[in-house]
Structures are given as structure tokens and as C-alpha cells.
């Protein structure tokens, strides 16, 4: 009787748990799960949203999408973008947050604030400022560039300058979320590391890559995962900003999904590009945590 009575208590706290998850599990399958499913089943059919039938037609949509060159120029730029975005935030988060951690820095809560304010402006109101900054006329850039003899550059028109400038925003959007985490991570490093090191005569940057940059690995990898996951997920300022062009030389895979399915009304061929963006996000975040984030805690222990 006695050995039995440990299994109830944990069979009643098991039952508990469940119970305060269940609320969860529901939201997470209607809003989650469920659409997720929808649309893989959606991907092997041919449905233009008005036909009161589906047509089954398997992979069909998965061959036309592969053998698309537009798919795979658009499949560039997102790579382009999220690389480029996650690289520059992470670097640049980084050094900030070095910079704010010095106790000699005066103001920190007010560049806190005002690092982290672009993170919390809507997207599309941050679209409409660069808009206003980048305008070929009357645009700050182009007034600055004049004072150094550059002629005007339509930024946003220009297939050369048009990604970089949608990078530029992606960043500055993302660098306060990258340096809040890091200075917080900062902030829980023991200050014996650095009296140790400055006993041996370290300079400063011998410090920040043998102990800053190895003891923030977890956070780093972290915001690599999360970087991946929202610049490879970007719409909404590309949208705003240039629809896609020039000539498809910003047009995203958001914004090739949103053309395919909501102007030429090819859903079941949209729904095909939104499987290959969720197998590609799946797989590069298991990339990252077998040989980057289990790899490192296995070299730990």
C-alpha cells in the first residue's frame, strides 16, 4: 500500500500539470498547428480561392515551384537579407552593449531607450520613415551625400541600392532587441574574470574575445536562431518599401508568396512556398543547435 501511494501523488500532480497546460495546448493547436497542417494539405492541391473544389495534383506545385528561376532569385534575396540582417545586428548589438556596460558610460538607461525604440515601432511606420529618409529628393541621405559632391541616388529604385537600403532597416529594427539580451548577459559575468586578466597585462580587446565573446556563446546563439527565424519571415517593410522591386531585386519569399497566391490567385502554389519557408527554418535551426548549441555544451561538460 505504501509504494502505491507515491504513484497517485504523481499520477494527480502529472493530471494537475496538464490541466494548467491544456489552455495552451488548445491555443497553440487552433492558432498553431492547425493552419500549419491546412496549409501542407493545401500544397498538393490547385485551388484559385473561388473554385468551391480543390484539385488533388500531389507534388505538382513543389516541381513548378523548383523549376520557377523566380523562386529560386527569390530564395537568393532572402538568404541575402537574413544574413545579411542577423550578421550585422548581432556585430553591432555586441559592441554596443560593450560599450553601455562600461560603468564610466553616462545615460545608460537613456540609450537604452533609445536603442530599443525602433523594436517596438511598427513595422510599417518604420517603412514610412525610411521612405522619408531614403526619398531621392528631398531625403536626409541625399542631402548629407550632397555636402561630399555624391550625386543623388534613388535608393529604392535603384537595383543596386535597393536591398542594401531594406537591410538598413531590418537592422536598425533589430539591433536594440540583440543589445538589451547581450547587456544583460554582460551583466551576469563575474567581474573575477576580467581583475584576473588585467593582472596578466590584457589588453582590452585580448579580453573581449578570450572571455566577452566565449562566455555570451548560449546568448549568440540564441539571437542567431531568432534572427534566422524573423529576417527569414520579412514582409511587411518590404511590402511598404518597394513591392519586390526593382526588376524582383528585393522580392523575398513573402513577398513571392503574397504575389502568387493573393494577385494570381495559385494557392495551392503559395502554400507550396510556405512549406519550403517552414523546411528551411526547421532545418537551419536544427543545424544550429546540433553542431553549434549541443556541440558546445558537450565540449563543456
Do not use: C
Request: proline share 4%; hydrophobic share 55%.
Amino acid at each position: 500500500m505504501e509504494s502505491i501511494a507515491p504513484n497517485k501523488t504523481k499520477n494527480k500532480d502529472g493530471l494537475t500539470a496538464f490541466l494548467f497546460l491544456l489552455p495552451a495546448i488548445i491555443i497553440l493547436g487552433v492558432f498553431n498547428f492547425y493552419p500549419i497542417g491546412s496549409v501542407i494539405r493545401l500544397s498538393f492541391f490547385k485551388w484559385d480561392n473561388l473554385a468551391p473544389d480543390k484539385t488533388w495534383i500531389f507534388l505538382d506545385n513543389f516541381k513548378n515551384l523548383f523549376a520557377n528561376p523566380r523562386f529560386w532569385n527569390s530564395l537568393k534575396i532572402t538568404f541575402i537579407y537574413t544574413i545579411s540582417v542577423t550578421a550585422l545586428s548581432i556585430v553591432l548589438g555586441l559592441v554596443l552593449a560593450v560599450l553601455l556596460n562600461k560603468k564610466k558610460f553616462t545615460g545608460k538607461n537613456f540609450w537604452r531607450g533609445v536603442f530599443f525604440l525602433p523594436v517596438i515601432t511598427p513595422t510599417v511606420a518604420a517603412a514610412m520613415v525610411w521612405l522619408l529618409l531614403f526619398n531621392p529628393g528631398f531625403g536626409i541621405v541625399n542631402i548629407f551625400l550632397r555636402r561630399f559632391g555624391i550625386r543623388d541616388i534613388n535608393w529604392l529604385a535603384d537595383i543596386h541600392w535597393a536591398l542594401p537600403t531594406v537591410i538598413s532597416l531590418g537592422v536598425w529594427r533589430r539591433v536594440g532587441f540583440t543589445l538589451i539580451l547581450y547587456l544583460a548577459a554582460l551583466q551576469a559575468i563575474p567581474d573575477d574574470y576580467y581583475e584576473a586578466a588585467d593582472l596578466d597585462g590584457a589588453s582590452g580587446l585580448h579580453k573581449f574575445f578570450s572571455i566577452t565573446v566565449p562566455l555570451l556563446r548560449s546568448t549568440t546563439i540564441m539571437l542567431v536562431i531568432l534572427g534566422i527565424i524573423d529576417s527569414f519571415l520579412v514582409f511587411d517593410p518590404v511590402m511598404v518599401l518597394t513591392r519586390g522591386g526593382p526588376a524582383n531585386a528585393t522580392e523575398v519569399l513573402g513577398m513571392y508568396m503574397y504575389f502568387t497566391s493573393f494577385q494570381q490567385f495559385k494557392m495551392g502554389y503559395g502554400a507550396a512556398i510556405s512549406v519550403v519557408i517552414l523546411i528551411i527554418i526547421v532545418v537551419l535551426t536544427l543545424l544550429q543547435w546540433r553542431f553549434v548549441g549541443f556541440g558546445s555544451s558537450e565540449e563543456e561538460g
